[in-house]
T-cell receptor, first 115, second 112 residues
Framework: GDSVTQMEGPVTLSEEAFLTINCTYTATGYPSLFWYVQYPGEGLQLLLKATKADDKGSNKGFEATYRKETTSFHLEKGSVQVSDSAVYFCALTPGSGGSNYKLTFGKGTLLTVNP | NAGVTQTPKFQVLKTGQSMTLQCAQDMNHNSMYWYRQDPGMGLRLIYYSASEGTTDKGEVPNGYNVSRLNKREFSLRLESAAPSQTSVYFC???????????FGSGTRLTVV
């Protein structure tokens, strides 16, 4: 079945540091890929997405590129802020079409940014 | 701008008690989902409803039942709560296509 593996945390950085959170996936066909963010005490929010190979999703300074050759979708940000402290989830939906849009999540990576 | 609304936000149950978690969305989405979130486990799908009138089991359905009451509402019922069901429960909805999910703010359930 489909699966998502992301780097285990926690990740602790200083403000303005460079962030990378690795994510790799296993899926048949051509899945769509997502990053979600969960701030403390809240539900998950869609951060960015990419629906086909070589697409780059971006939002709020975060970027991720859909790499089919390496089955990866790593999340990056050039300069993190304290307000980026949250749990980040990589996820995919099958690309087989139809009405199957079930999301499969990675286990999440806790990011803490210190001032 | 409500999106997905879950009630209650917090609940404490005794072992063996029953309760229903409510979820409603106002985005006219066809599909709705129930997930549980546990430390170190990520989010696991309990049940989902691809469209009004249909429901299907997810990864961890045991001990739960669901009802898709109409297009807006999707409830999750615990018939006889167990401590292993202590978790944070999230409802989500989506539309066909690659638009991702919209999540509710969660229900924190403790079973003692």
């Amino acid at each position: 079945g489909d699966s998502v593996t992301q780097m285990e945390g926690p990740v602790t950085l200083s403000e303005e540091a460079f962030l990378t959170i690795n994510c790799t996936y296993t899926a048949t066909g051509y899945p769509s890929l997502f990053w979600y963010v969960q701030y403390p005490g809240e539900g998950l929010q869609l951060l960015l997405k990419a629906t086909k190979a070589d697409d780059k999703g971006s939002n709020k300074g975060f970027e991720a590129t859909y790499r089919k050759e390496t089955t990866s979708f790593h999340l990056e940000k050039g300069s993190v802020q304290v307000s980026d402290s949250a749990v980040y989830f990589c996820a995919l939906t099958p690309g087989s079409g139809g009405s199957n849009y079930k999301l499969t999540f990675g286990k999440g990576t806790l990011l803490t940014v210190n001032p | 701008n409500a999106g997905v609304t879950q009630t209650p936000k917090f609940q404490v149950l005794k072992t063996g008690q029953s309760m229903t978690l409510q979820c409603a969305q106002d985005m006219n989405h066809n599909s709705m989902y129930w997930y549980r979130q546990d430390p170190g486990m990520g989010l696991r799908l309990i049940y989902y409803s691809a469209s009004e009138g249909t429901t299907d089991k997810g990864e961890v359905p045991n001990g739960y039942n669901v009802s898709r009451l109409n297009k807006r509402e999707f409830s999750l019922r615990l018939e006889s709560a167990a401590p292993s069901q202590t978790s944070v429960y999230f409802c989500a909805s989506s539309e066909a296509g690659d638009y991702g999910y919209t999540f509710g703010s969660g229900t924190r359930l403790t079973v003692v």
